[in-house]
């Protein structure tokens, strides 16, 4: 059963970008990049509708990448220490093959965002996806459990959900031989 989406006030870019998440979350991108424009409109420093409008765009395809890394770049340019665009710039360097500068804003995050009683679930969510792409899997496994932990009624981020069992498995995953494939091909960080 889908949750039941909260209606949003159409003059409120907070209520927008808010829906524009949980579009996101439905799979439903394009309808989440029309969302997330609107808070824009209304407020054009809104970290969270950048941020948004590049997850959405990245939802969308191929083919509207250097729009989402537009969006995340306008993000970073509201919040320099915004960790959900640094890891969206990670992880579309990561796709387009400059692994190198992806690991670089990953340790950023990793590092930047301390697990403490006043740290945001959200935030350790993505020092955990940030951890997990760079191979530190236990790490990773930690914060993401602290975040669910700190949350425990927020619906949680697919990807938290999907990347702690996958940590696991990579945990626990046989070493293979120098050369070989990996019997669990998302370790390491996928």
Known sequence: MLPEMSEPDPESASDLS???WELTDLADY???VEASAGAIRI????VLAYTVRGWALEGLGEEHL?????AYEMALQLDATAPWPRTGIADLLRRTGSREEADRLY???ADDVVDTPDT?????EFRGWSLYRLGRLD??????RTSLTQAPGAAADTRTTSTVPSAVRCRRAPPTAPGSQSAVSDCGGP
């Open 18 to 20: 808010r829906r524009a």
């Open 30 to 32: 394009a309808a989440a």
């Open 107 to 109: 340790r950023a995050v």
């Open 139 to 144: 790490e990773a496994i930690a914060a993401f």
């Open 120 to 124: 945001r679930p959200r935030s350790l």
């Open 43 to 46: 407020d054009p420093n809104s």
């Open 66 to 70: 250097d729009d989402a890394l537009s």
